[in-house]
C-alpha cells in the first residue's frame, strides 16, 4: 500500500480554464484539488488554438524515438566494446 503526495492524472486534450483537476492517493481515493499552474493553462491554451501541435509531436516522437532496434547490430556493438583504462591520458610505459 502507498501513502504519500497524491499523484495527478491528467486526460488527454484540453481543458477548458478553471476546470479542476482530479488527483489520486495512493489508496486510490480521487480527489479534486481545483488548482492548474499557469504553465499547464498556457500549453492548453495553446493546444486549444492550433490543434495540429499534437499531431506534429506525434510525429516528431514516431521520427526520433519510436524506432524497431536491429538486436543484431545491438549484440555485434556490445561485442566489438573494448575495454577502456582506467585513465585514458596516461601514455604507455
Not at 492548474?36 to 526520433?64: C, F, H, M, Y
Request: hydrophobic share 30%; no cysteine; net charge positive.
Amino acid at each position: 500500500m502507498k501513502f504519500g503526495r497524491p499523484t495527478m492524472r491528467y486526460t488527454h486534450g484540453a481543458r477548458p480554464f478553471g476546470a479542476s483537476t482530479e488527483a489520486t492517493t495512493g489508496m486510490g481515493k480521487k480527489i479534486k484539488t481545483g488548482y492548474e499552474s499557469e504553465t499547464t493553462r498556457l500549453i492548453r491554451a495553446v493546444i486549444a488554438q492550433n490543434p495540429r501541435i499534437v499531431d506534429e509531436q506525434r510525429k516528431g516522437r514516431s521520427l526520433w524515438w519510436d524506432k524497431k532496434l536491429d538486436l543484431d547490430h545491438l549484440r555485434r556493438a556490445r561485442e566489438s566494446r573494448v575495454p577502456q583504462k582506467g585513465y585514458v591520458y596516461q601514455t604507455e610505459g
